[in-house]
């Protein structure tokens, strides 16, 4: 069994930033991402980063997002700049080993608002 734990989501100014971390249980993982769901809507993909490091992103985020692994590979990072309302959702970690899985956090509250 894998284990996520999100941190740092919180309350935020338009313009403002913000960085999630997520804590993984085992360093065995493939495919790392974080999606997100707003309220009323679908759960939408992000961002995501591989074991090569190459990385891939919402059109709605590219540009202000990045998404990023420590060197063991146990914590996956979101930095979020220039923030917007319509980044107001709940942010999820996610995790894909190379068999079983996928492993989903519980998810941290992002509220992008004046």
């Known amino acids: 069994q894998v284990r996520l734990v999100e941190s740092g989501g919180g309350l935020v100014q338009p313009g403002g930033s913000l960085r999630l971390s997520c804590l993984v249980s085992?360093?065995?993982?493939?495919?790392m991402a974080w999606y997100r769901q707003a309220p009323g809507k679908e759960r939408e993909l992000v961002a995501t980063i591989f074991s090569t490091g190459n990385t891939n992103y919402a059109d709605s985020v590219k540009g202000r997002f990045t998404i990023s692994r420590d060197n063991t590979g146990s914590t996956v990072y979101l930095q979020m700049n220039s923030l917007k309302p319509e980044d107001t959702a709940v942010y999820y970690c996610?995790?894909?080993?190379?068999?079983?899985?996928?492993?989903w956090g519980r998810g941290t509250q992002v509220t992008v608002s004046s």
């Open positions: 085992s360093m065995n993982i493939n495919t």
């Open positions: 996610y995790a894909k080993p190379p068999i079983f899985g996928p492993y």
